[in-house]
């Protein structure tokens, strides 16, 4: 159930909404103690989003039909606009007047389904999505390099082994990144420089990341 309100006032700890409909069946019926707030971005979203948001869909146009032609393009962004909207609750949007929030939430669903789904992109996909971790995240999830897209492997940023038994050591905690074959031989040769290069950064591996991965989550004298 989603509903509109306005937000009437805000001293730092509790938020006053005023809601544009009568709660008090729902309220009633589902015996509801929390709700769940998003708040809506008045500013429409920005030139650079809107690029974003239909070369991603351009691409996963030609991955899924070897086809560029505008109104394929249209028609998978409006399937995908559809999609996102249903798994997160919201109402359908049109890409004329959609705020920054809304439109920065799509490009991550968008990046996020071409490293799902290995969509071929040709360049890192980084300058697309406007949340860095969450795309570091998903890079390592779905093991697509980080720079490149390819398929990839665990980079540790702290180090694993010299006298660390990595079969042994937990993970968990532990800031690694997803990178190709290439990349990692790479990384491995100029250090620091490659970070910096390529504008990326470790994650900290949490137990979901762990057992996608295959890492130990547990100590030697837990195992």
């Not at 660390?164 to 250090?191: N, Q, S």
């Given at each position: 159930m989603t509903y509109r309100a306005d937000i009437h006032a805000y001293d730092?700890?509790?938020?006053?909404?005023?809601?544009?409909?009568?709660?008090?069946?729902?309220l009633a019926r589902t015996g509801a103690t929390q709700a769940e707030i998003?708040?809506?971005?008045?500013?429409?979203?920005s030139a650079e989003q809107h690029g974003k948001v239909f070369a991603l869909c351009t691409e996963i146009t030609e991955w899924s039909s070897d086809s560029r032609y505008e109104e394929e393009v249209e028609y998978m962004r409006k399937y995908l606009m559809r999609c996102y909207c249903n798994?997160?609750?919201?109402?359908?949007?049109?890409?004329?007047?959609?705020?920054m929030t809304t439109c920065s939430g799509f490009i991550?669903?968008?990046?996020?389904?071409?490293l799902e789904h290995?969509?071929?992109?040709?360049?890192?996909?980084?300058?697309?999505?406007e949340d860095v971790n969450r795309y570091l995240y998903g890079c390592l999830y779905h093991r697509r390099c980080a720079v490149c897209g390819r398929d990839a492997e665990t980079h540790h940023v702290d180090a694993v082994g010299m006298g660390?038994?990595?079969?042994?050591?937990?993970?968990?905690?532990?800031?690694?990144?997803?990178?190709?074959?290439?990349?990692?031989?790479?990384?491995?040769?100029?250090?620091?420089?490659?970070?910096?290069?390529?504008h990326i950064h470790g994650i900290k591996l949490d137990k979901r990341l762990c057992d996608r991965l295959r890492l130990n989550t547990e100590g030697k004298d837990q195992a």
């Open positions: 730092g700890a509790f938020l006053a909404l005023r809601p544009s409909e009568d709660l008090g069946a729902d998003r708040l809506l971005d008045p500013r429409c979203h798994d997160h609750g919201l109402e359908y949007f049109s890409m004329s007047d959609v705020d991550g669903y968008l990046v996020d389904f071409c290995g969509v071929p992109t040709g360049r890192s996909l980084i300058g697309d999505c660390r038994d990595r079969e042994h050591i937990v993970h968990v905690g532990l800031r690694a990144m997803a990178l190709c074959r290439a990349h990692h031989d790479e990384v491995h040769k100029v250090g620091l420089r490659f970070y910096i290069k390529n």
